[in-house]
């Protein structure tokens, strides 16, 4: 679950860490107002979309005057802004953060990640900040330092050590690293957070370390743990499709392809993806219907498979463990007659009442086509399209 940049400053910002003053416009009114109540000479106009890349699409601006900001403002809300990781297509900017401009001395770049490696979670920094870390890492690796964190212990002096040695931080710089390191950790760890990125972390002409940008994401899967997070979507940022499934439990992500599939199971969701493209032909999504879905869901997710206009067939594809094939059967035949399914649907059961699902299938007299293994259903819905 991605949020803007405004919504995760406002969480970091309960954990003490030091991030610059703001205000987010909803609309192009009471502008002046929220102008003033940022800075009274210098401030800084900001596009809030769910992409990085901003500042070279046009998308963030500096403003020395209220009259400018009202100018940018009006520019900036509304605009399909389009950065590389948008795509050609761009996105709608309907929300605008107007932040306090900052005498900004020098640009660090600081992220915490679960380290799947290291099982742990883990800082990585630089003093490259300001720039794409992809690049740095491609260009001068050196510059790139990771530090991983003992859950037991936390953040260490010797962790303090490491990291300020990694950014140049010495004297009362340092003391602010310490206590900003520490906050962070508490508030990627007590948030379950899968991804805080600071870039850049800047050095005020003052002497005081801010935090000019910050990107969050959390991990889906603690969200029952933060009811008040889930108050922080954007649906003008997400895809439909995937919005509706998350309301009814589903795991669905929308790719690119022709063949929607509807599977059981994570790991025998990818192997039907893997297979697909094996055939020649490309998935249209991940969808994984759980290990104990009604009827009432396998519909839905046919609904929502369909929802998207390139899908030219679809595979069912269910080891009945804990799910019964006859109920997985039922929902096909429920869904083929609410929904109208009019591309080439390809069935392959195995499992618990396997020989009840078949026989449902088989005696609803709808043009389905069954499959005896996945090798041979990942065949005929490639034929079929």
């Not at 990085?52 to 009259?67: F, Y």
């Not at 399909?80 to 795509?87: M, N, P, V």
């Not at 007659?337 to 020989?355: A, K, Q």
């Not at 996945?374 to 399209?385: C, G, P, Q, V, Y």
């Amino acid at each position: 679950m991605n949020i803007h940049e405004y919504q995760a400053k406002a969480i970091l910002k309960n954990f003490n860490v030091p991030v610059p003053k703001g205000e987010i416009l909803l609309s192009k009114d009471n502008i002046l107002e929220a102008a003033k109540n940022v800075s009274d000479n210098l401030w800084v106009v900001k596009a809030q979309i769910h992409a990085g890349g901003r500042g070279k699409g046009g998308g963030v601006k500096i403003a020395k005057s209220l009259e400018e900001v009202e100018t940018l403002v009006d520019e900036i809300m509304g605009m399909q802004l389009i950065t590389h990781q948008t795509g050609p297509e761009g996105k709608k900017v309907r929300r605008v953060y107007i932040e306090e401009g900052s005498n900004i001395s020098d640009e660090l770049y600081l992220s915490l990640l679960v380290d799947r490696q290291s099982s742990q979670v883990s800082f990585i920094v630089s003093t490259e900040g300001g720039v794409n870390i992809e690049e740095v890492a491609e260009e001068t690796p050196e510059k790139i330092t990771t530090v991983s964190i003992d859950p037991d212990a936390g953040v260490t002096d010797d962790d303090v050590e490491n990291l300020s040695s990694a950014l140049n931080l010495d004297g009362d710089l340092k003391a602010q690293g310490s206590d900003l390191f520490r906050s962070l950790y508490t508030a990627f760890v007590e948030s379950d957070m899968s991804l805080l990125e600071i870039n850049p972390l800047v050095i005020t002409g003052e002497n005081n370390i801010i935090c000019l940008d910050a990107k969050v994401n959390f991990d889906s899967n603690a969200l029952f743990r933060h009811p008040e997070y889930q108050e922080l979507i954007d649906p003008s940022e997400e895809d439909e499709a995937e919005l509706k499934a998350s309301e009814f439990g589903l795991s669905y992500i929308k790719l690119d392809g022709n063949i929607g599939c509807l599977v059981n199971g994570a790991g025998l969701a990818m192997a039907t993806m893997d297979i697909i493209k094996l055939y020649g032909a490309e998935p249209a999504n991940f969808l994984d219907v759980g290990g104990a879905a009604t009827k009432e869901l396998v519909t839905e997710a046919f609904k929502i498979i369909l929802s998207d206009k390139n899908v030219e067939g679809i595979l069912v594809n269910i080891f009945g463990g804990i799910m019964r094939c006859d109920v997985v059967a039922e929902g096909i035949i429920s869904a083929a007659n609410e929904v109208n399914i009019s591309v080439p649907l390809v069935v392959r059961l195995e499992g618990t009442n396997v020989d009840l699902g078949k026989k449902i299938i088989e005696d609803s007299d709808l043009s389905i086509i069954s499959a005896s293994d996945l090798d041979d259903a990942s065949k005929k819905i490639t034929e079929a399209i």
